[in-house]
């Protein structure tokens, strides 16, 4: 947050600053340069002209969009030397989508590929058209929000006794609408759950375009406060 807002960082957040490597622009990896005015996955975009049936849109439109600029391999890189080669041994889940077979993948869920934390993070912030996919098993990965922007969905299976659903794109009310109804689910299962949206100065602040880096400082003060008081608010009801 300090880092967001110009501020002066603690020691100890200045020691993970220095490994969180900003995105660059300095041009797509070098597999994706020869080609980077082609779609980043035609394969998929074959198969789904093939199986229409199996066709997702917003995954269709990630395939179709050529690789960004933006290469997160630094940031990989940086990440690893925070986490090292190997994954968390902690639960840690974090979701990606496969641009070969568009499936929707959960890194350190079992049956999800081998990788380390710095590759699945840097998978999950590929924002098509924006950022190069990045290679984890040899295939092409991107942001997972765009096959759900929370995957909440991931937890029907098990009972939990407390979830957190942080949900900024739920500004947009198509997905506002989705997401609250998956929060519902989770709450019939038997979960206690806290839906945190933007609203209010937040809301206000950050505006219809969430990759407006502009606006990044004024969001962060606002969403915190936010966050915190409904934090607060909730507290008598939460695990915590």
Known sequence: MARCTGEP?????????????????GGPPPEYRRRWWRPAAPRYLLRSLLTPWTLRLRRF??????????????????LRRLFGERWS??????TAVNL????RVAFGRSGAPATDVG??????????????????????HIDGGFASTTSVDLLYGERYEQVI???PLSMYRPLRLAIRRRASK???????????EPRGEA?????????????APAVTHAAFAQALGELEQAAPSLAL
């Not at 070969?100 to 499936?103: D, L």
């Not at 709450?187 to 759950?193: D, I, N």
């Not at 809301?203 to 606006?215: I, Q």
Request: glycine share 12%.
């Open 61 to 78: 439109v990630a395939a179709l969009l050529p690789a960004g600029g933006i290469d997160l391999d630094p940031m990989a890189a940086g």
């Open 89 to 94: 041994t902690r639960p840690l889940w974090v």
């Open 9 to 25: 960082m603690s020691s100890h957040g200045a020691d993970i600053a220095e490994c969180f490597v900003r995105p660059h622009s």
């Open 165 to 167: 659903i942080s949900a």
């Open 186 to 196: 989770l709450q019939r299962l038997g979960s206690r759950v806290l839906l945190l």
């Open 119 to 140: 590759s699945a993070v840097a998978s999950s912030g590929a924002v098509p058209g924006l950022c190069a996919p990045v290679l984890v098993g040899g295939s092409p």
């Open 203 to 215: 809301l206000a602040r950050m505006g219809y375009n969430p990759m407006d880096a502009a606006r």
């Open 100 to 103: 070969w077979s568009g499936r």
